[in-house]
């Protein structure tokens, strides 16, 4: 489905650099902190993940999906360890104007999006009934700047009702990063992450699905399955 960027996150613990999997050396991302990589499985490709601790623990990069007027699909598989605060998924380096994509802290709000940084807007999506700490789970946000409609996929399915937003990305948005956003109140991700995405475009209903029925035997819970069988996710 073409992303511009997808680090499988596979790499070694030691590892400093994440490659982007669908263009060689452009738009690797560069660990700050300490965040530890797990490839209990040996070199394997499919069920490794990276933790990361929610205080100083991230990936940056030169990537800079947020232009504005840009249509956006973000994806993961995110393993969040509590709700006691926000956890940011994907932010940049804005430290004014970062968007923003973002667990919200208490069991009730789950997920929300702010395109324009933490002054703006933007939207929440809830999901009843669904665990959402201690346990893997596949994260999808679509954003179709021609429409303003933004619709969040857990698990494959739509939990909650497509919203609008007023918001666009800034003119001045930052580059990617993930499990921060810069703009106060920073905020980080505790918990793991694997399978990350961005597609300059919208995908549809269909092809989330895809993705998550793909790899749901190697996300599975608690503790992701071995395998050896490799090859893109997306």
Not at 166 to 180: N, Q
Not at 190 to 209: C, F, H, R
């Given at each position: 489905d073409e992303p511009a960027l997808y680090w499988r996150m596979n790499e070694a613990s030691g590892a400093t650099t994440f490659i982007n999997s669908v263009a060689s050396g452009a738009y690797a991302g560069t660990k700050v902190g300490t965040p530890s990589g797990v490839s209990a499985f040996g070199a394997v490709l499919d069920g490794a993940y990276w933790d990361f601790n929610g205080s100083s623990d991230?990936?940056?990069?030169?990537?800079?999906?947020?232009?504005?007027?840009t249509s956006i699909t973000f994806e993961a598989w995110v393993n969040r360890r509590s709700?006691?605060?926000?956890?940011?998924?994907?932010?940049?380096?804005?430290?004014?104007?970062?968007?923003?994509?973002?667990?919200?802290?208490?069991?009730?709000?789950?997920?929300?999006?702010?395109?324009?940084?933490?002054?703006?807007?933007?939207?929440?999506?809830?999901?009843?009934?669904?665990a959402i700490t201690n346990t893997w789970n596949h994260i999808a946000l679509t954003f179709d700047n021609s429409t303003n409609d933004v619709k969040f996929y857990l698990n494959g399915e739509t939990p909650?009702?497509?919203?609008?937003?007023?918001?666009?990305?800034?003119?001045?948005?930052?580059?990617?990063?993930?499990?921060?956003?810069?703009?106060?109140p920073n905020?980080?991700?505790?918990?793991?992450?694997?399978?990350?995405?961005?597609?300059?475009?919208?995908?549809?209903?269909?092809?989330?699905?895809?993705?998550?029925?793909?790899?749901?035997?190697?996300?599975?819970?608690?503790?992701?399955?071995?395998?050896?069988e490799g090859g893109r996710l997306y």
């Open positions: 991230y990936i940056t990069s030169s990537y800079t999906p947020y232009a504005s007027g709700n006691s605060t926000e956890d940011v998924i994907f932010g940049s380096s804005s430290s004014t104007n970062s968007p923003r994509l973002s667990f919200a802290s208490g069991a009730g709000e789950i997920v929300t999006f702010k395109p324009n940084g933490a002054s703006g807007t933007g939207v929440t999506f809830t999901a009843s009934g669904i909650d009702s497509t919203k609008s937003t007023s918001d666009d990305f800034h003119a001045d948005p930052g580059d990617f990063e993930l499990a921060r956003s810069a703009t106060s905020s980080y991700f505790d918990g793991k992450i694997a399978e990350v995405a961005v597609y300059e475009k919208v995908l549809n209903s269909t092809q989330i699905a895809n993705h998550y029925n793909s790899r749901t035997k190697y996300f599975s819970n608690p503790t992701p399955s071995a395998s050896s």
